[in-house]
């Protein structure tokens, strides 16, 4: 049985793992390094599938109040002419209220997460992270950075991209991998006639918005970067404008209003794939930590908050630890390979400038894929 779980991570796959956890009844304690436990971030797109785990999670209600949930996709032409509308089922056979899609800030879903992480009774210690950790067949003997010293029956790595528990548990792991293009977020006003997600699709960028609340949405802009380049901030209204140059209609509108003021970020993409197995002894890993992947299917976050779920029902139904870790991966790494792979491939689609509708076929196929149940 798992009595005492330590989850190693703060972000949304380490508090949605120590919710999960508490409802079976599990004592958890969550470290994060930061000391103020802060989210970085704009806006982030909530497939249907998502929304079916966070429903899962208990917090959709929350996320419904206060991001944005809606059914559909336009597709535009960089003028800003309409070219499609796509479909986006309703997932959540519990509850036929909530859409096939949604956005809503990061910082806003950090913090729903936190109170309902608090709220289940998860210990939780900020500003500290494990100094060792160390196993035997019994439990894990974990240090940590504040002088305290603990056993746990299970230690969970949800530390990101830049894994630690991934690089002493795995050594000889895979590392992130640029994957050669960047991404720019800009919160936005939201006009009244934009109610669901449209995306516009330019020679060589792309990019859409969703709305995240009732009076704002988050521009999406992904671009071809050869390197991984570092772009001073203060020249990023100006890079973006620059970006968004063959673009009309909405998007044209929103970089015309671009400026010093305006809320920008540009993060360049890395993506790593752990192979199987995910755990070394009474170490597992999940989320970005085992499978960091791009935006292009807008599933990595909620393929973490699923890991989370199924990590939660394996210990809850597993006699011996060892057997439910290799159960959870066995559940996991396929759909987990197939974002991470196939976000790659539609990246690569897009630097080039494959034909649309290889492009499309693929996308087709994963957002499939990934409506049947975890």
Known sequence: ????????GGGIAGMCTAIELRKRGTHVDLVEIDPDWRVYGAGITLSGATLRALTEIGIIDDIMKHGWCADGLDILAADGTKISEIPTPRLV???????????????????????????????????????????????????????????????VGADGLMSKVRDLV?????????????????????????THA????????KAGVNPVSKDEMYLYVTER???????DESKWADT?????????????????????????????????????PWHHGRVVMLGDAAHATTPHLASGAGIGVEDAIVLAQELGKAADIELALQSFTERRYERCRMVVENSIALGE??????????????????????????
């Not at 049985?1 to 190693?8: D, E, I, N, Y």
């Not at 449209?198 to 960028?205: N, S």
């Not at 620059?242 to 970089?255: K, N």
Request: hydrophobic share 40%; aromatic share 6%.
């Open 198 to 205: 449209t995306m516009c699709v330019g020679r060589l960028v």
């Open 170 to 194: 795995f050594p000889d792991a895979p590392k992130p991998v640029y994957t050669g293009q960047g991404s720019w977020r800009a919160v936005v006003p939201r006009p009244v006639h934009i």
């Open 225 to 231: 970067r050869e390197t991984a380049e570092f772009i």
């Open 1 to 8: 049985m798992t009595r005492k779980v330590l989850v190693v």
């Open 240 to 276: 973006l404008r620059g970006v968004l140059q063959e673009f009309g209609g909405l998007i044209g509108e929103i970089r015309d209003g671009l400026g010093a003021h305006s809320r920008i970020l540009y993060r360049p993409f890395f993506a790593v794939l752990q192979p199987r």
């Open 349 to 374: 689609m897009e630097r080039v400038q494959a034909p649309k509708e290889e492009h499309q076929a693929l996308m087709r196929q994963s957002l499939g894929a990934l409506m049947t149940p975890i």
């Open 93 to 155: 056979a519990s509850r036929p209220d909530v859409p096939g899609g949604g956005g809503i800030m990061r910082p806003v879903l950090a913090r729903i997460l936190r109170e309902h992480t608090l709220r289940s009774g998860a210990a939780v210690r900020c500003g500290t992270t494990f100094s060792s950790i160390e196993q035997d067949a019994e439990g894990v003997e974990v240090r940590f950075t504040d002088g305290r010293q603990e056993r746990y029956d299970l230690v």
